[in-house]
């Protein structure tokens, strides 16, 4: 059971992890969810901790590998701390499908191998862990291949093995470049709501998102201005982003096929807008782009 030191001290952890974000960290980790999602911020610490108090605490994220093989993935994993946490070691799973030697078809890690690859001791902190977890990956384990058929192309046909792990990367990363069709659902009574078609594109060397939409609904959307923006490439599968001054959340699926445009403060107010062409057609993409970039009036930022 987790006592309430124990719940400051995994507060204080999860605190740390949200740091990985960071582009100067030296492990990228976003964090999507722990057991302290719904606390309230301004509430004091015997009060921020009370979101702890399920038995086995589970914290969902995403790591990026760093190797060369691996690097174009991102992958999402949950965490989950057994009752005799820190005592024992935390239970690790691959939510999203990943093509290596040592992580099993259910994309489990055995107790065994965090206690072993990831040198789990109840004073490892959960930063330590990811770091140690994305250097599992970056450099697989021949002394223990779960696969044994990948293991033997690992060692025989490495340029086989590297192929395949590309496309499986591919698969996992998030895909944010195409044409995507909103739905009706945002109330434009009361909101400022994306409208109609929204086109994303890659540019300045891919370094670049180019966003263009148009707006509906109340105040400065009445007049359904055209949306002209530019953001760093989101590296993972969610972004903030501003819309005539509503903080939103841009949410991708993951099989990069529907985005959520999510409002904190009024769900009547989230769009989902759904994938039309794909970055396969970038032509078709970079063409709808021009069209509509030649009527922007208005520019704005997500």
């Known amino acids: 059971m987790f006592g309430s030191r124990l719940n400051k001290e995994l507060y204080f952890q999860i605190t740390k992890l949200k740091l990985c974000q960071d582009a100067k960290s030296d492990v990228k980790f976003v ?37 060369s093989v691996y690097r174009e993935g991102s992958f999402r994993i949950e ?26 078809d259910d994309g489990r890690l055995s107790s065994e191998t965090v206690k072993r690859d990831l040198l789990w001791s109840p004073r490892r902190s959960l930063v330590e862990i990811i770091r ?48 995507w069709s909103t739905d009706t659902k945002c109330n434009k009574l009361t ?51 501003s819309l005539f001054g509503s903080s939103l959340s841009l949410l991708l699926s993951e099989d990069s096929k529907v985005i959520s445009a999510i409002n904190p403060a009024d769900s009547k107010c989230n769009t989902i807008a759904t994938r039309l062409h794909s970055a396969a057609n970038r032509i078709e993409v970079l063409f709808s782009a021009v069209l509509l970039s030649g009527f922007v009036g208005m520019k704005t930022y997500f």
């Not at 946490?85 to 799973?93: A, H, L, Q, T």
């Open 191 to 241: 909101c400022c709501c994306l409208f109609d078609y929204i086109t994303t594109s890659a540019v300045a060397n891919e370094t670049k998102l180019r966003i263009i939409g148009q707006a509906d609904g109340i105040g400065t959307c009445a007049s359904k201005p055209i949306i002209f923006s530019e953001v760093n490439m989101p590296k993972d599968f969610k972004m903030p982003f």
């Open 132 to 179: 140690a977890l994305v250097d599992y990956i970056d450099h697989p384990n021949l002394q223990f291949i779960l696969n044994h058929g990948m293991g033997g192309e690992f060692m025989y046909n490495r340029a086989e093995f590297e192929h395949a792990v590309v496309e499986s990367d591919s698969a996992a990363a998030p895909d944010w470049i195409g044409t």
């Open 31 to 67: 964090l999507e969810s722990s057991p302290f999602d719904n606390d309230d911020d301004d509430d004091d610490d015997n009060e921020k901790i009370t979101g702890a108090s399920s038995n086995c605490p589970t914290i969902i994220g995403r790591i990026f590998p760093n190797s």
């Open 79 to 104: 965490i989950t701390l057994p009752t005799m946490y820190p005592s024992d070691p935390p239970e690790i799973r691959f939510l999203t499908p990943i093509y290596h030697i040592s992580v099993a």
